[in-house]
């Protein structure tokens, strides 16, 4: 963008271009691509995420820069393969192109260096749209392309930040629509199962993946009247065993505490004893039945996920599925503030 305001301004478009970060500090990028028209200049540039799992990796992303009105700022247009708000909740209103806050200031900082005040601004990304399908984008109601993203202009390899912030807005588009139930899941087969068990809305999951901790936290401040955690077992057991965040690399599962629950339930002390040694979750489960481990496992995980979200308005449930999407265990709905007496 600042290659093509510089190119409308001089004729000229420097490559590489150096950009101010949002942050403080500088970087610069080669242009892939320039166009200088009549009144209008157009730039592009390969997207490198590096080591991040971004769609947009490999993407070419340009934008075009008209001069605008006097007095009438930078305005933003969604070009092809960028999407367009359609629901409240997201840091921009309907109507308006998913290009959000810190993009659109650091655009407005870069025209300023160039002394462009007044300008009409078009990100388009090539493929755009077959890329949205691959993001949160439909589910939180922005549709026709990708979102222009970003806090920092620095790519951070495998971001939790990214994630959270994902999690957060879900939450938000969800409460921004009065859904009353959000369901936080750890993977695509619990989601559909608790999707179907619920008959809830698309708005109303959330993608949680291992981030339970982050979910609640948000929670807890911005509440739903209802939430479900569910899971698989093997994460979920991690949670009732007090984990918060239920990434492999995070911790496994502790099998001798899996089985002195079992014990505690009622398990022989043969069975116990093979619970422990267990080669994974799954298997620790069909050892034990017909003892019901899924539920008091999932009794276990609510008290954890309770103590989160303190004393927030929130109903919570915890429900445990099998890799066939089969419900094995639960803990029903109650408020969380209970949570010191249900034990």
């Known amino acids: 963008m600042k290659a093509a305001g510089a190119a409308l301004l001089t004729g000229r478009f420097p490559d590489p271009v150096p950009i101010t970060l949002p942050r403080g500090g500088a970087a610069a990028f080669a242009l892939a691509e320039w166009h200088l028209g009549v009144a209008e200049a157009t730039a592009g540039v390969v997207k490198d995420a ?4 971004d769609v947009t990796h490999g993407a070419l992303i340009r934008a075009t820069v008209r ?28 109507g308006e192109p998913a290009i959000n806050p810190v993009p659109r200031a650091m655009i407005r900082t870069a025209l300023a260096e160039l002394g462009l005040g007044d300008a009409e601004v078009t990100i388009a990304v090539a493929n755009g749209a077959a890329l949205a399908v691959r993001t949160l984008n439909p589910r939180l109601g922005i549709f026709g392309g990708i979102s222009i993203l970003g806090t920092t202009g620095v790519v951070v390899p495998y971001s939790c930040a990214a994630w959270i912030a994902g999690i957060r807005q ?5 409460r921004a629509a009065g859904l009353p139930h959000v369901a936080g899941a750890t993977g695509r087969s619990s ?19 291992d981030f339970v901790g982050g979910m609640l936290k948000h929670l807890r401040t911005h509440p739903v009247p209802r939430v479900t955690v569910a899971g698989g077992v093997g994460k979920l057991t991690k949670l009732a065993q007090g984990r918060l965040d239920l990434h492999s690399a995070r911790g496994a599962v502790d099998f001798p505490a899996l089985a002195a629950l079992a014990q505690a ?40 996920a309770a103590a989160v979200l303190e004393d927030a308005p929130v109903a919570l449930e915890v429900l445990l599925f099998d890799r066939d999407g089969a419900l094995v265990g639960r803990a029903p709905f109650a408020p969380a503030h209970a ?4 034990r």
């Open 50 to 53: 590096g080591d991040d799992p």
């Open 67 to 94: 001069r605008g009105a006097a007095g009438q700022g930078v305005t933003f247009r969604a070009g092809e393969g960028v999407g367009t708000v359609t629901r409240p909740g997201l840091p921009l209103p309907p």
């Open 170 to 174: 879900g939450i938000d588009v969800a």
């Open 191 to 209: 989601e559909a199962a608790v999707q179907a068990l619920h008959g809830l809305p698309d708005a109303a999951l959330i993608d949680m993946g």
């Open 265 to 304: 339930g009622g398990a022989t002390p043969a069975v116990a004893a093979a619970i422990a040694a267990a080669n994974t979750a799954a298997h620790a489960f069909a050892l034990a039945a017909p003892l019901p481990l899924g539920d008091m496992v999932a009794r276990q995980a609510w008290q954890h």
């Open 339 to 342: 949570r010191n007496r249900r």
